[in-house]
């Protein structure tokens, strides 16, 4: 939507730009919130390696589920090189960052034998800085135009996005603002929940990911991705399977507390 920046000869990229400037606010955010709701009182480089690990199923998942959606585009196999691209090179899908987090950290959780409380009490700590990240990376997809914007619209918001590699003649929906914005909302409602007096460990985790799951499969009916799996978009399945995990795990381990 917007032009790149170069600076002294080097073009950035609006797309990583802001997914480095989202990674950096949530590192600050939750070196500051982590001493407000003191978390377990584990060995410091647990809870780096812990974060690194998060880090891992984020972006790998991201990129995994995203070559997958570009193969079944292209049905190409050359799309297995997107996996080892730089991350101004795109192709990332949300829903496999969130899908591998929900399997992968309770998996190595389990593996290592740490507490259900204590695992729940992370998660709601990583919950609220994925959403806060989430605010900027956005951001980025919505300035750089590279076509993670709607269908065509005739409301008075909607957007060209003339500088991408995808550029839209029409007006569309700026559905990576709708994003943001929602997740805007969504960091300052998980913040309050804390405060409730029903609040319980895990229930921000609960809250952050079926929100989100309802909120993307709802937002991928005016998303001009394709629909590759009967009339859905591999967005859309990976996360009403994600809302069937959490599901499951809630009725699991309701009882917990």
Same mark, same amino acid.
């Given at each position: 939507?917007?032009?790149?920046?170069?600076?002294?000869?080097?073009?950035?990229?609006?797309?990583?730009?802001?997914?480095?400037?989202?990674?950096?606010?949530?590192?600050?955010?939750?070196?500051?919130?982590?001493?407000?709701?003191?978390?377990?009182?584990?060995?410091?480089?647990?809870?780096?390696?812990?974060?690194?690990?998060?880090?891992? %199923?984020?972006?790998?998942?991201?990129?995994?589920?995203?070559? $997958?959606?570009?193969? #079944?585009?292209?049905? *190409? &196999?050359? +799309? =297995?090189?997107?996996?080892?691209?730089?991350?101004?090179?795109?192709?990332?899908?949300?829903?496999?960052?969130?899908?591998?987090?929900?399997?992968? %950290?309770?998996?190595?959780?389990?593996?290592?034998?740490?507490? $259900?409380?204590?695992? #729940?009490?992370?998660? *709601? &700590?990583? +919950? =609220?800085?994925?959403?806060?990240?989430?605010?900027?990376?956005?951001?980025?997809?919505?300035?750089?135009?590279?076509?993670?914007?709607?269908?065509?619209?005739?409301?008075?918001?909607?957007?060209?996005?003339?500088?991408?590699?995808?550029?839209?003649?029409?007006?569309?929906?700026?559905?990576?603002?709708?994003?943001?914005?929602?997740?805007?909302?969504?960091?300052?409602?998980?913040?309050?929940?804390?405060?409730?007096?029903?609040?319980?460990?895990?229930?921000?985790?609960?809250?952050?990911?079926?929100?989100?799951?309802?909120?993307?499969?709802?937002?991928?009916?005016?998303?001009?991705?394709?629909?590759?799996?009967?009339?859905?978009?591999?967005?859309?399945?990976?996360?009403?399977?994600?809302?069937?995990?959490?599901?499951?795990?809630?009725?699991?381990?309701?009882?917990?507390?």
């Amino acid at each position: 939507m917007i032009p790149k920046i170069t600076l002294l000869g080097y073009e950035f990229s609006w797309f990583a730009t802001f997914h480095f400037i989202g990674v950096l606010i949530a590192f600050i955010f939750g070196f500051f919130y982590a001493q407000k709701v003191k978390l377990p009182n584990d060995k410091n480089i647990y809870k780096l390696l812990w974060v690194l690990f998060a880090i891992f %199923l984020v972006f790998f998942g991201s990129r995994l589920i995203g070559m $997958i959606d570009y193969y #079944l585009v292209m049905h *190409d &196999f050359e +799309s =297995i090189k997107v996996l080892f691209k730089s991350p101004s090179y795109g192709h990332f899908s949300w829903s496999g960052s969130i899908l591998f987090l929900v399997l992968g %950290l309770p998996l190595a959780a389990n593996l290592f034998k740490v507490s $259900i409380q204590k695992q #729940l009490f992370y998660f *709601d &700590f990583l +919950s =609220i800085l994925l959403c806060l990240m989430t605010i900027f990376t956005k951001l980025g997809c919505q300035f750089s135009g590279d076509g993670c914007y709607g269908i065509t619209t005739n409301l008075p918001w909607g957007m060209h996005f003339e500088y991408g590699p995808y550029p839209s003649i029409l007006p569309v929906h700026p559905t990576a603002l709708y994003d943001s914005l929602f997740h805007l909302f969504l960091f300052i409602w998980l913040l309050r929940i804390r405060k409730n007096e029903t609040y319980y460990h895990g229930k921000t985790t609960l809250v952050y990911i079926t929100t989100i799951s309802i909120f993307y499969l709802a937002l991928e009916t005016i998303r001009n991705t394709p629909r590759l799996i009967i009339d859905f978009s591999v967005a859309q399945v990976v996360y009403f399977t994600i809302l069937l995990i959490m599901v499951t795990c809630f009725l699991k381990y309701k009882r917990v507390y």
